[in-house]
Protein backbone atom coordinates (compact mmCIF):
# COMPACT_ATOMS: atom_id res chain seq x y z
CA UNK A 1 0.00 0.00 0.00
CA UNK A 2 1.36 3.53 -0.82
CA UNK A 3 1.38 6.32 1.37
CA UNK A 4 -0.71 9.44 0.96
CA UNK A 5 1.66 12.63 1.31
CA UNK A 6 -0.72 15.86 1.80
CA UNK A 7 0.44 19.27 1.35
CA UNK A 8 4.17 18.99 -0.16
CA UNK A 9 6.50 20.99 -0.14
CA UNK A 10 9.53 22.30 0.07
CA UNK A 11 11.94 23.95 2.71
CA UNK A 12 13.76 26.57 0.65
CA UNK A 13 10.43 27.92 0.61
CA UNK A 14 8.90 28.01 3.64
CA UNK A 15 12.74 29.29 5.01
CA UNK A 16 13.97 31.28 2.18
CA UNK A 17 15.85 33.20 4.74
CA UNK A 18 18.27 29.72 5.09
CA UNK A 19 19.81 27.33 2.53
CA UNK A 20 18.11 24.32 2.90
CA UNK A 21 16.04 22.04 0.27
CA UNK A 22 14.16 19.05 1.55
CA UNK A 23 11.03 18.23 0.08
CA UNK A 24 8.41 17.51 2.83
CA UNK A 25 4.77 17.37 3.25
CA UNK A 26 2.22 18.04 6.57
CA UNK A 27 0.99 14.96 6.74
CA UNK A 28 1.61 11.25 5.99
CA UNK A 29 -1.47 8.66 6.00
CA UNK A 30 0.29 4.93 5.98
CA UNK A 31 -2.34 2.65 6.45
CA UNK A 32 -4.66 3.85 9.61
CA UNK A 33 -1.60 5.68 11.21
CA UNK A 34 -1.53 9.48 10.29
CA UNK A 35 1.51 11.40 10.85
CA UNK A 36 1.71 15.17 10.99
CA UNK A 37 4.31 17.69 10.54
CA UNK A 38 4.83 19.85 14.17
CA UNK A 39 2.47 22.47 14.01
CA UNK A 40 2.99 25.92 15.06
CA UNK A 41 1.87 29.42 15.26
CA UNK A 42 2.34 29.04 11.14
CA UNK A 43 -1.14 28.61 9.62
CA UNK A 44 -1.18 26.06 6.67
CA UNK A 45 -1.44 28.84 4.25
CA UNK A 46 2.12 29.87 5.85
CA UNK A 47 1.22 33.17 8.14
CA UNK A 48 2.45 33.47 11.55
CA UNK A 49 0.10 34.42 14.15
CA UNK A 50 0.43 34.94 17.78
CA UNK A 51 3.52 36.56 17.68
CA UNK A 52 4.86 36.41 21.64
CA UNK A 53 2.04 34.96 22.68
CA UNK A 54 2.61 30.93 23.24
CA UNK A 55 -1.40 30.15 23.93
CA UNK A 56 -2.54 31.84 20.86
CA UNK A 57 0.30 29.81 18.94
CA UNK A 58 -1.22 26.75 20.64
CA UNK A 59 -4.62 27.01 19.30
CA UNK A 60 -3.66 27.99 16.12
CA UNK A 61 -1.16 24.70 15.98
CA UNK A 62 -4.67 22.61 16.92
CA UNK A 63 -6.91 24.37 14.60
CA UNK A 64 -3.89 23.29 11.96
CA UNK A 65 -3.91 19.54 13.67
CA UNK A 66 -7.07 19.10 12.79
CA UNK A 67 -7.58 20.51 9.74
CA UNK A 68 -4.67 18.12 8.61
CA UNK A 69 -5.91 15.32 10.30
CA UNK A 70 -9.81 15.44 8.63
CA UNK A 71 -7.79 15.68 5.11
CA UNK A 72 -5.99 12.73 6.05
CA UNK A 73 -9.56 11.13 6.81
CA UNK A 74 -8.53 11.48 10.83
CA UNK A 75 -10.67 13.04 13.60
CA UNK A 76 -8.78 14.13 16.82
CA UNK A 77 -10.26 11.79 18.69
CA UNK A 78 -8.29 9.28 16.95
CA UNK A 79 -4.76 10.95 18.49
CA UNK A 80 -2.34 8.32 20.20
CA UNK A 81 0.40 9.88 20.65
CA UNK A 82 1.58 14.43 20.95
CA UNK A 83 4.91 15.80 22.25
CA UNK A 84 4.94 19.05 22.81
CA UNK A 85 7.71 21.35 22.65
CA UNK A 86 8.07 24.83 24.30
CA UNK A 87 10.83 27.47 24.13
CA UNK A 88 9.88 28.54 27.98
CA UNK A 89 9.15 26.92 30.92
CA UNK A 90 6.70 29.67 31.66
CA UNK A 91 4.32 29.11 28.57
CA UNK A 92 3.74 25.33 29.85
CA UNK A 93 0.21 26.60 31.38
CA UNK A 94 -1.32 28.54 29.50
CA UNK A 95 -0.21 26.45 26.32
CA UNK A 96 -1.25 22.67 27.91
CA UNK A 97 -4.69 24.87 28.75
CA UNK A 98 -5.26 25.31 24.83
CA UNK A 99 -4.15 21.96 24.06
CA UNK A 100 -6.24 20.62 27.02
CA UNK A 101 -9.86 22.34 25.32
CA UNK A 102 -9.08 20.91 22.17
CA UNK A 103 -8.18 17.21 23.41
CA UNK A 104 -11.21 16.92 25.65
CA UNK A 105 -11.97 13.34 26.38
CA UNK A 106 -8.84 11.95 23.80
CA UNK A 107 -6.78 11.10 26.37
CA UNK A 108 -3.43 10.89 23.81
CA UNK A 109 -0.40 9.67 25.42
CA UNK A 110 2.24 13.22 25.91
CA UNK A 111 5.82 13.87 26.35
CA UNK A 112 6.50 17.35 27.30
CA UNK A 113 9.56 18.94 26.33
CA UNK A 114 11.45 22.60 27.28
CA UNK A 115 14.52 23.15 24.10
CA UNK A 116 16.32 26.04 23.38
CA UNK A 117 14.92 27.05 20.18
CA UNK A 118 12.66 26.14 17.35
CA UNK A 119 12.86 26.47 13.54
CA UNK A 120 12.23 30.19 13.23
CA UNK A 121 12.75 32.85 16.03
CA UNK A 122 9.16 33.87 17.31
CA UNK A 123 8.15 30.14 17.70
CA UNK A 124 7.00 29.43 21.53
CA UNK A 125 5.94 26.11 20.85
CA UNK A 126 5.26 23.21 18.45
CA UNK A 127 3.13 20.24 18.88
CA UNK A 128 3.91 16.53 16.95
CA UNK A 129 1.02 14.32 16.56
CA UNK A 130 0.70 10.71 15.16
CA UNK A 131 -2.73 9.42 14.92
CA UNK A 132 -4.31 6.12 14.30
CA UNK A 133 -7.54 5.61 12.88
CA UNK A 134 -9.25 2.79 14.02
CA UNK A 135 -10.85 -0.41 12.17
CA UNK A 136 -13.84 0.23 10.77
CA UNK A 137 -13.92 3.90 10.24
CA UNK A 138 -11.70 4.80 7.13
Known sequence: MA?????KFNTRDMYPEQTLD???CMAVRAGRHVFLR???GF?????????????AQADNAMRCVQQLLEEAG??????????IYLTDRADRDAVYQVIGRHLKG????STGLIVNGLAKPGML????VDAVIPEGED
Open 125 to 128: MEID
Open 22 to 24: NDL
Open 74 to 83: ARLDHICKIT
Open 43 to 55: TLDGDFVGAGDAA
Open 106 to 109: VFPV
Open 38 to 40: GQT
Open 3 to 7: HTRLR
